[in-house]
């Protein structure tokens, strides 16, 4: 998956990426909203089919359609959980394949800039379960390949025209289909629909608001515009019926923020537990009569009795947002907060803390690379070939996708020992003047932030002890509390030698697809 490396942002990456993320015991696991059909509960009635591989759990009946059920943990081989009580099925798409896939629990809904996603590359016999990954603060969430579920070993193809057609003629009897988030606020199971959540977070601390009363807690900063967080039970006249705390279980906070936004007013509602995605069709909301204290804001009823699930209150946005209460706080807000913050980042425009984002991997310590230089990620490729009379440093030529690529090995570009397992390397594909590079690391970390303040020059003392060809490269680092000392590598001068290195070994103008 290439994406140009260039320092200046462009539109795709400007563009906005919705996430859903899920719980799968220690890891954290996210699928594109645009991949995810509906989340359901574990399913009462499940079908095994004979000879199936362990993680195929069976079938189950999904509104006539039968879909596969598989236990992606399992698969991963980790630990089996007995209590499927929290379970939740994403029921995937891919084309035409639909497979239900079995989580721990659901997380959040996130909205990303597509720059911050970084694509993974795997080699020709992976199977490509993670497709790419991004990170929260001290977070890293990798992305599920839609494709790759569904091409899970051992799956079946379920091809049924008909009851698929059945299916089609009983959703277009009942209207259009639609999806919404279910969540419990004050005991009661409601809904809102997706298109009305900008974003789903967990509960942060919040910061004081001059603006707070019973209803408002304070406020939340994301991504530099002030939410005001309303506890929506207690807004709804239900606060008395809220867990509003920590799941006895394991401790975990299970309550979030649903983040709502109208122009550039933004307004979060704490709820209990964001429980599933749902899909429904028109036919399926009933009218609800008007219940004193929330008029207009239930637009009416999600029936699940075929389902044998709990009907859900479906919450009018368009309702919320017109709220004189609620349209107040947000509109507040945004005048008093973000005025302010304007006006504070103006007066300091000289002393604004600038965030840079760096992929880290490993060699004989930890290094980082700004990822506006990387292109992508991809496995060692064991059947390199190395042209006759190459640099030392050059491990071979590759051909990715009909073009050959120099691979470079930094361990010896940097006099350093090799690495113990090369097997186990990874290649970071890199991009100079049109040409794509590879670099060999031990090991890819992590993607961090940080913020150009946090970064130190090094000292004339300290790089008069680095390998020359190092010398070139590194003139900063970062000391951060979690990781240590990263080195910050400046690619620009590193490709800029290679080419010309490579050029002059080939006696021609450096353009590496003509490697032989």
Same mark, same amino acid.
């Given at each position: !998956?290439?994406s140009?490396a260039?320092?200046p942002?462009?539109?795709? @990456?400007?563009?906005m990426?919705l996430?859903?993320?899920f719980h ?5 696991l996210a699928?594109?909203?645009?991949? +995810?059909?509906?989340?359901?509960? *574990?399913p009462?009635?499940i ?6 591989p362990?993680?195929? =759990?069976?079938? *189950?009946n999904?509104?006539?359609m ?5 236990d992606l ?19 995937v ?8 896939? $079995?989580?721990?629990?659901t997380?959040e809904m996130?909205r ?13 016999e992976? $199977?490509?379960l993670?497709e790419?990954? *991004?990170? +929260?603060g001290?977070?890293?969430? @990798?992305?599920?390949s839609a494709?790759?579920l569904t091409?899970?070993?051992?799956l079946p193809?379920?091809l049924?025209p ?5 299916a /089609?003629?009983?959703r277009?009897?009942?209207g /259009? %289909? ?11 199971? !409601?809904a809102?629909?997706m298109g ?5 977070i967990? +509960? ?6 001059v603006l ?5 807690l304070g ?8 939410v005001?967080?309303?506890? *929506?039970? %207690? ?15 394991d401790?975990?906070?299970l309550?979030?923020?649903?983040v709502?936004r109208?122009?550039e007013s ?15 069709l028109d036919?399926?909301? =009933?009218? !609800?009569?008007?219940i004193?204290?929330q008029?207009g804001?239930?637009a009416?009823c999600i029936? /699940? #009795?075929?389902?044998?699930q709990?009907d859900?209150?479906?919450v009018d946005a368009?309702?919320l947002h ?7 706080l947000?509109t507040?807000?945004?005048e008093?907060y973000?005025v ?11 002393? /604004?803390?600038l ?6 991997? @490993?060699?004989?310590r930890? !290094? ?13 490729d064991?059947s ?13 030529v590759l051909?990715?996708?009909q073009k050959l690529?120099t691979?470079?090995d930094?361990?010896t $570009?940097?006099g350093m020992e090799?690495a113990a397992?090369p097997?186990?390397?990874?290649i970071l ?6 040409a794509?590079?590879g ?5 890819? @970390?992590?993607i961090?932030g940080?913020d150009?303040?946090? #970064? $130190?020059?090094?000292p004339a003392l300290?790089?008069h002890h +680095?390998?020359p ?5 590194l ?5 951060l509390p ?7 590598l400046?690619?620009?001068?590193l490709?800029r ?6 050029a002059?070994?080939?006696?021609e ?7 032989t």
């Amino acid at each position: !998956m290439d994406s140009p490396a260039s320092p200046p942002p462009t539109a795709s @990456q400007d563009a906005m990426q919705l996430f859903g993320s899920f719980h799968l015991g220690e890891f954290e696991l996210a699928l594109p909203i645009g991949a +995810l059909q509906e989340v359901v509960p *574990f399913p009462a009635s499940i079908t095994r089919v004979p000879l199936a591989p362990p993680h195929l =759990l069976g079938l *189950f009946n999904l509104r006539g359609m039968l879909i596969p059920l598989a236990d992606l943990g399992r698969f991963m081989g980790l630990s089996e959980t007995a209590d499927r009580g929290d379970a939740r099925v994403a029921v995937v798409a891919s084309g035409a394949a639909r497979l239900g896939v $079995l989580f721990d629990r659901t997380g959040e809904m996130l909205r990303l800039p597509a720059g911050q996603v970084v694509p993974f590359r795997h080699g020709s016999e992976s $199977l490509g379960l993670i497709e790419s990954a *991004f990170h +929260l603060g001290e977070r890293i969430l @990798q992305v599920l390949s839609a494709d790759a579920l569904t091409r899970l070993p051992g799956l079946p193809q379920v091809l049924n025209p008909d009851l698929a057609e059945q299916a /089609r003629q009983r959703r277009l009897a009942q209207g /259009r %289909r639609q999806q919404a988030v279910s969540f419990r606020a004050g005991g009661r199971h !409601m809904a809102l629909p997706m298109g009305a959540i900008h974003e789903i977070i967990r +509960l942060p601390p919040l910061e004081h608001s001059v603006l707070a009363d019973d209803r408002c807690l304070g406020r939340v900063h994301l991504r530099g515009h002030p939410v005001p967080v309303v506890d *929506f039970a %207690r807004f709804l006249g239900l606060a008395a019926a809220g867990s509003g705390g920590p799941d006895e279980a394991d401790g975990e906070d299970l309550r979030r923020v649903l983040v709502l936004r109208q122009d550039e007013s933004y307004l979060g509602l704490q709820v209990d537990e964001v429980d599933s995605i749902v899909g429904y069709l028109d036919g399926q909301v =009933l009218p !609800m009569p008007p219940i004193e204290g929330q008029t207009g804001l239930i637009a009416g009823c999600i029936s /699940r #009795k075929d389902s044998g699930q709990d009907d859900l209150a479906l919450v009018d946005a368009p309702g919320l947002h017109a709220d004189p209460f609620l349209a107040h706080l947000a509109t507040g807000h945004r005048e008093l907060y973000l005025v302010a913050a304007d006006e504070a980042a103006a007066a300091q425009a000289g002393q /604004r803390r600038l965030r840079e984002t760096w992929v880290t991997f @490993q060699l004989d310590r930890l !290094m980082g690379l700004r990822i506006e230089q990387l292109c992508e990620v991809i496995d060692y490729d064991p059947s390199l070939m190395r042209p006759p009379g190459a640099p030392p440093f050059v491990r071979g030529v590759l051909n990715l996708r009909q073009k050959l690529i120099t691979v470079v090995d930094l361990r010896t $570009l940097y006099g350093m020992e090799q690495a113990a397992d090369p097997a186990a390397c990874k290649i970071l594909i890199v991009d100079h003047a049109g040409a794509k590079y590879g670099l060999v690391a031990d090991s890819v @970390q992590s993607i961090l932030g940080i913020d150009r303040a946090e #970064k $130190l020059r090094v000292p004339a003392l300290v790089s008069h002890h +680095l390998h020359p060809e190092l010398q070139r490269d590194l003139h900063e680092v970062a000391e951060l509390p979690e990781h240590g000392t990263v080195l910050l590598l400046d690619a620009t001068p590193l490709l800029r030698r290679i080419a010309g290195t490579v050029a002059a070994d080939q006696g021609e103008p450096a353009r590496v697809h003509t490697a032989t």
